[in-house]
């Protein structure tokens, strides 16, 4: 169920080992069964130990429920992010270059096995849906994220906010209702008659092919940008509080007792931590999800990528932090200042504390922004400038 790859994904969800997921039922009744022979004395170490070998288990049990559930989840919100990134964009394309429904339909028969191939091959994520290597029709195969047309890059930002996951375009009236006057063409940025041959080549690591590759990269940004820590917690969290609520409450408790999280968990407006999870992930007053509370709980849940699930300190914590490096620092360069003015002397010390020279006109063979006044020169930006490169902006 790995989905943690190198371009921009921030969660995935790491498969645990056989040790982590098993029950280990019959260790408990044994250890029961050996303690339950100590003498009478013992009585109250041996409930304690067992009260806490049974919780260990039940833990372990909710663990493993939850990561089953998790999976179940990501095989369609694989499918959801493969809709809104390649699919749904590849159809909208069709609809407003004139394509009829049968031209739709082929596109979103034949294109799925390029896209799908592509990010089995740069990502190593499999998809729920097998692509069909040796497809050799071209229908669908648009390099559509250079079209050049507003309301279509419109109708892809809408395609791709959170609440609009998964959606048919059709559906979508930011999707509709425009033309796209100049068609890209049907060769998906690498030469090639099959999927197999397209996906190949998407990995050539060659001189050569580094121009293509570099097209190819906004098109897996836009993928997996929806496996963001924002995109994906919240929506897992509505899925398994929905199908495993006993699970998520068993994770909570195990979580309150775990002594690396316990001071994590508090806030400075909590008297105590509540009892359901529900009240500890979303805020009562404004029932917004907390962020930062859901990669503790997750994390502790592992189901987090590695460099997700050491607890971060809260973003309090980390302000005062900031504030305090900053401090630190300001007071580092007043202290090298007054080294600076003791080594210069008096009448040198002077010296920068004079104000600085008015901005003189522009020098023959200099831009503004080489000479530093950032302003536009006389009769506009030259051609074939823009204003940052021209030095104005």
């Known amino acids: 169920v790995g989905v943690g790859v190198g ?30 022979k100590k003498g009478e004395g013992d009585d109250a170490a041996v409930t304690a130990e067992n009260v806490e070998l049974q919780r260990q288990a039940r833990l372990k049990r909710a663990r493993r429920h939850v990561h089953e559930y998790t999976e179940y989840f990501l095989d369609e919100y694989k499918l959801k992010a493969f809709k809104a990134a390649f699919m749904e964009p590849v159809k909208v394309y069709e609809r407003c270059t004139g394509g009829d429904d049968c031209r739709i339909g082929n596109a979103e028969v034949h294109a799925c096995n390029v896209y799908a191939a592509v990010i089995l091959s740069t990502l190593g994520m499999q998809l729920p849906l097998q692509p069909f290597l040796d497809d050799d029709s071209n229908h669908g195969r648009h390099p559509f994220l250079e079209v050049e047309c507003k309301e279509y890059h419109k109708a892809l930002k809408e395609l791709a906010k959170p609440e609009n996951l998964g959606r048919d375009s059709v559906g979508m009236k930011e999707c509709k209702g425009f033309t796209i006057e100049r068609a890209v063409g049907s060769t998906f940025i690498f030469n090639g008659a099959t999927p197999r041959i397209i996906s190949n080549a998407a990995i050539d690591p060659s ?4 121009e293509n590759r570099e097209r190819l990269g906004p098109y897996l940004e836009r993928f997996t940008s929806f496996f963001t820590p924002e995109f994906v917690l919240e929506k897992l969290f509505n899925v398994l509080t929905q199908d495993r609520p006993d699970c998520m409450q068993e994770l909570y408790d195990g979580m309150r007792s775990a002594p690396a999280y316990a001071g994590l968990m508090d806030a400075e407006d909590e008297a105590e931590l509540p009892d359901d999870y529900r009240y500890w992930l979303y805020d009562e007053e404004t029932w917004q999800f907390d962020l930062h509370r859901a990669i503790l709980f997750f994390g502790f849940a592992g189901l987090l990528r590695g460099d997700l699930r050491k607890p971060q300190p809260r973003i309090e914590v980390r302000v005062a932090s900031l504030e305090h490096a900053a401090a630190a620092e300001t007071t580092r360069l007043d202290a090298l200042e007054a080294t600076l003015r003791q080594l210069l002397g008096p009448e040198r010390a002077a010296m920068l504390d004079r104000p600085k020279p008015a901005i003189r006109p522009i020098p023959p063979g200099h831009t503004s922004y080489s000479w530093g006044d950032g302003s536009v020169p006389k009769g506009g930006i030259p051609k074939g400038h823009t204003a940052y490169s021209w030095g104005c902006a």
Do not use: M
């Open 7 to 36: 371009v921009g994904v921030g969660v995935g969800v790491a498969a645990p080992s056989e040790s982590e997921l098993s029950i280990p039922i019959q260790d408990v009744e044994s250890a029961t069964a050996g303690a339950s």
């Open 207 to 210: 001189e050569a092919n580094r």
